[in-house]
């Protein structure tokens, strides 16, 4: 295989490893770049690498997605070589015939690679909503702020982070394995999660303390953890304060007026906590599905006496994403300080420090 053709086969092993291993949908895969692979001299070598990288994959072998997602896999990849490909691959048959075997067992996995190498396994539900609640799945907004601080660690970096509604902890677990926080606490308020949740930070080799994290000196590779069940509308801002935080996260909490006030309550009640020597920023990444909750975010923190600011976008160029075209944001609020002053024209938050922040 030529350098160049090398070079495009990797870059198509990677689209189908970093999407296989987080279940995303079939119709996300390069399906049309892999058949114009099969379609040269290589084309068996090619397929050989998607099984390594997919089914054959050391992290699917330990923790595999659904054995219906992997059976619709396999099929679509037969499908796909049949249509371009005379002779068959006995290995393609062999994999599909295992899976067919194989019994559906609980819970199933989703994997997200790391720069690193190394991946956050979590166990999510199969179903948006389960058990009358959404978090236990992954959303959109947790991987675009977990690229985002991937790509800050200085941050995270020996610092203590709280995290506001960590559902299944993956932007939490990429944190701690990818920023080196000195500790991290996840919370949520739905016992359901907060089960699933222990145990997905159990599954990526981390403790959860009894009490609140703190940090211990004989461990500088991993920070302490401790798992909290918080509810927005009864915390105190003693009861946040209490965790010390230097950092503040938040992602794909904005989903209603009623969650989107009560955060706001909740950081309010913590930044008029008297007595704190810190004053810690937060990171709320969000996904404008309304823009009506996303007008109604900022207006609260104006009303609050928040100051925020919009970052600047990043590219998606780490986690499988499934398509989706809505714009995804993260505000960096400062919990302490002067406020600022915002104001609104035609739909366009206008930050007087800052120029346009868009929040649509």
Known sequence: MAPEERAGAAGVL?????????????????????????????????????LQKTVRHPVCVRHPPSVKYRRSFLSELIRRHEAVQPEPLDELYEALAEVLMAQEGAPCHRSYLLPSGDAVTLAESPAIVSQGTTGLVTWTAALYLAEWALENP?????????????????????????CRPRAYIFSDGHSRVLEQLRSNVLLNGLTPQPGPAAPDPQDTQLPQVAVAQLDWDLVTGPQLAAFQPDVIIAADVLYCP??????????????????????PDAYVAFTARNPDTCRLFTEELGRAGIPWEKLPQHNRCLFAYDEETVETSILKLTLGGPPRTHSSQGGMSLDTHGGPQTCE
């Not at 949908?25 to 770049?33: E, K, M, T, V």
């Not at 969650?259 to 950081?267: E, I």
């Open 154 to 178: 200085d941050t995270f970096a020996h610092r203590t982070v709280l995290e506001l509604g960590s559902g299944a902890g993956l932007t939490g677990l990429a944190i701690c394995k990818g």
């Open 14 to 50: 990677r689209s189908f490893e970093r999407r296989f291993l987080a279940a995303r949908a079939l119709r996300s895969f390069p399906w049309q770049g892999l058949e114009d692979k099969l379609k040269g001299p290589a084309g068996s070598e090619v397929l050989l690498g998607i």
């Open 258 to 279: 009623e969650t989107t006030r009560s955060l706001v309550g909740a950081l309010q009640r913590l930044a008029r906590c008297q007595g704190h020597p810190w004053t």
